[in-house]
């Protein structure tokens, strides 16, 4: 199931409106934006790098970014009352959602995963999310003991009145990964004016209980 465009439009807002920002007064030092070497050379949906054939659907249970020292539980996400993504609690400052209803990370098609930028204590999760690079790794473990092991293809950001619902939540011939948080312009009035995106396909498998 892939949530309906205008459902997925709340996730602007929803995974982070800069608490950190406004209640330090540090307004002028916002999260590492990506700069545009790590956008989409010749644009979504061609594949430089070989693929990983997809797994069979398993929940995931931990995401890893060793480039940004990202190691998080991850729990289930789905659409709140207004049709967007849910997202999870603001006072967890390590965790990361997975959009349950959609495809699981390995498996064939587009999977979703979101979390804040930041709280009223400071920075979360996803905070540096804009600094990755292409050809990083994230690193998602499965319930089924397998880590599913992707390379980022490009890190994207959006204002979120131009946010390209299709580009990042269509669907895929091969096992797809977004890692999604807020960014873009920030204000002390309005928070965070859009997102990151980072994309990513699978390239290799590690059985359980290897590193």
């Known amino acids: 199931m892939t949530p ?5 439009g709340g996730i602007a807002v929803a995974v982070g409106v800069g608490l950190w920002l406004v209640h ?7 999260p590492p ?12 949906g061609v594949h430089t790098d070989a693929a990983a054939d ?10 890893r970014i060793p480039e940004i020292r990202v190691d998080a539980p991850v729990m289930g996400l789905g659409l709140g009352r207004g049709g967007s993504l849910e997202v999870p609690p603001a006072g967890d400052r390590n965790l990361a959602g997975w959009y349950e209803d959609g495809t699981s990370p390995g498996a064939k ?55 390209p619902d299709e580009k990042v939540y ?3 011939d091969r096992a797809e ?5 807020c960014g873009g312009g920030f204000t002390r009035k309005t928070g965070y004016q859009g997102n ?9 498998v590690r059985p359980s209980g290897r590193a």
Do not use: C, Q
């Not at 330090?24 to 916002?30: A, C, E, F, I, R």
């Open 4 to 8: 309906k465009n205008k459902g997925w």
């Open 24 to 30: 330090s007064g540090s307004h002028d030092v916002t």
């Open 33 to 44: 934006m990506p700069s545009a070497a790590e956008a989409f050379a010749a644009g979504p």
């Open 54 to 63: 997809p797994l069979a659907p398993s929940v995931p249970v931990r995401l």
């Open 109 to 163: 098609g587009t999977a979703i995963m979101a979390g804040h930028v930041d709280n009223a204590r400071g920075p979360s999760v996803f905070y540096s999310l804009g600094a990755l690079k292409k050809g990083h790794r994230i690193e998602v473990t499965r319930r089924d003991g397998r880590t599913a092991v992707f390379t980022i293809d490009a890190i994207e950001v959006y204002e979120a009145d131009t946010f």
């Open 170 to 172: 269509g669907p895929s």
């Open 177 to 181: 990964l977004r890692v999604i948080t």
């Open 196 to 204: 990151v995106v980072a994309y990513g396909h699978l390239i290799g």
